[in-house]
């Protein structure tokens, strides 16, 4: 059985888009592994790489890859309002199919051993890949930023789990790490008062009280003409998605605002559609069958999750 | 204006019913403040005692009540289910009208200091009347009981806010408290299947994933013929009572399981009850009016959050 990881390396880059392009030129049509996407927002001046295949040949390929950026970025004269640590800012590995995490906690040890000793790039493991607790939080590490870490990395606190206390001069340093997969989640709501999402984003958001694994917000899409509550699922098994599609739509009755659709951005893992379906099933007496295929995963989830622009492959396993 | 607190004092005593009643004789038929209940429990070898009313009477009437508990219970020959540190084991303080929770903390510090400098009887404060981060959380003083106590007490780290560092030998030591009052909330379910309120639990507790304040389990109950979900609300403004019921009534349909009544257990502050009504007229477009009489919150109460067994009394300001 194949092994099957999702990498999701992010670069400090997001403007000068020839320069994204020869960065990641070295990811395309590879053998082994998928180049699912790669998305250079402006404002972040940061792109965010998606890969998906064999963790070996990932492996292989961003130890290359960091060759080429440590060429085009100079962190010196970079700025952006994503905060950044590095050039290449964070490497999370996510098990998809056939990987343990524990699994993903060794590919991720053996790619910031092989970059520290290819590059002398300091490297901090994080999240289930982390060897101390304060480093579990990405942001934790990351305070203070590029800028910060040259001194930062001198305290004995702050040692990195890979390389001597110096930055890069030019570069800066990695944090390296493995995670389940994050769902990115929004739902429309029919209504442009903004006080609306802003109220049901505190009702579901772990920092206001609600769900522990929800990280969300309000947002007006002016182009579409309504709001949305935006949100981080970061533990999609505990805080399944029809959870909060169900809890949103409880509590936008009290405005008398309707639940028109919802949408995944980027790439969701079908396990992630499937606990929900199957919350649905259940509710309407339809057998649930686990083997159901990406097409009735994509139909139901559009059905009874009302997903918009969706299709099946934003199923990261129709990109394997 | 009247200032109004709730004051909780647990003692460890709840078998002996004599002396259960000796103890609380002077809380009796006091100006200023109602005795609104006492309940012995068994198992737990604890009495909860709930006073209401004017906070100064309150404390000097728990200055007199302290020399009883000294008299009757000695903690060397106690034992219960229930953890405990001292023959009075808290002593936690609660707004209600026209009463900040700062005051409830100069409320808490002024009854420790008396309570100390009578029977030197060392003090630990607690929840929003605590002095140091880990001291907010009640069990992490507890840690030890009555027994580990004595050399706990010893430690720099565990000195107590008020008194020497010697726990008093046959009444051990009281934590004094601040807080917001708790709501002890269940909710019945239409089945026998306990695994059902076991899932639900998991949904909606904090422990498993859920809502922050929630602390949730199952319950069978014999005598009823069906299960429970059983719950603490620590806090009704984040975590109000009708999200909590309707999340619960969400999750039941995939079981096909109904959701009959829920039930309040001791007593409620009318403001929670406000919170949760305010959503229902608002779902049904009927007009809320926040000078409702308690009449009319027992009426909403049980027709849209389905309380059985209730009655104005219940609500706290009921027994002002």
């Known amino acids: ?123 901090f493991m994080y999240a289930e890949a982390a060897n101390q607790k304060i480093r579990v939080k990405l942001p934790n590490i990351r305070k203070g930023e590029f800028e910060g870490m040259k001194t930062k990395i001198k305290e004995d606190k702050w040692a990195p789990d890979y390389g001597t206390q110096e930055i890069h001069p030019t570069f800066g340093v990695i944090g390296v790490g493995a995670r389940i997969p994050l769902v990115a989640y929004n739902i429309d709501l029919n209504t442009t008062d903004i006080d609306v999402a802003k109220n049901i984003a505190k009702a579901i958001r772990n920092s206001s009280g609600g769900f522990t694994y929800i990280q969300a917000g309000p947002a007006m899409l002016n182009e579409r003409g309504h709001v949305q509550v935006t949100m981080n699922i970061l533990d999609y098994k505990k805080n399944p998605i029809y959870r909060i599609f169900e809890t949103v739509k409880m509590e936008a009755k009290r405005y008398h605002v309707e639940v028109t659709n919802s949408e995944l951005v980027g790439l969701a893992p079908k396990d992630a559609l499937k606990r929900s379906i199957k919350y649905y099933l259940q509710v309407n007496n339809i057998e649930y069958n686990k083997d159901m295929t990406l097409d009735e995963i994509t139909k139901y989830s559009i059905e009874y999750l009302k997903f918009r622009d969706f299709d099946r492959l934003k199923i990261i396993e129709s990109n394997i």
């Not at 994204?20 to 395309?28: F, N, P, T, Y």
């Not at 998305?39 to 290359?64: M, Q, S």
Request: proline share 6%.
């Open 1 to 123: 059985m194949n092994k099957i990881v999702q990498c999701v390396p992010n670069f400090s880059e997001g403007r000068d888009l020839e320069k994204v392009e020869r960065i990641v030129s070295g990811l395309k049509n590879q053998e082994g592994f998928n180049l699912v996407s790669y998305e250079p927002d402006g404002d972040y001046n940061r792109t965010v790489v998606t890969l998906l295949g064999n963790p070996e040949k990932i492996i292989d390929a961003l130890v290359d890859f960091t060759k080429v950026v440590i060429d085009e970025i100079d962190m010196n004269v970079q700025s952006g309002e994503h905060p950044r640590m590095g050039a290449i800012d964070v490497i999370p590995f996510i098990p998809i199919e056939n990987v343990t995490m524990d699994e993903c906690v060794v590919y991720a040890n053996t790619v910031a051993k092989k970059i520290n000793e290819a590059y002398n790039i300091p490297i």
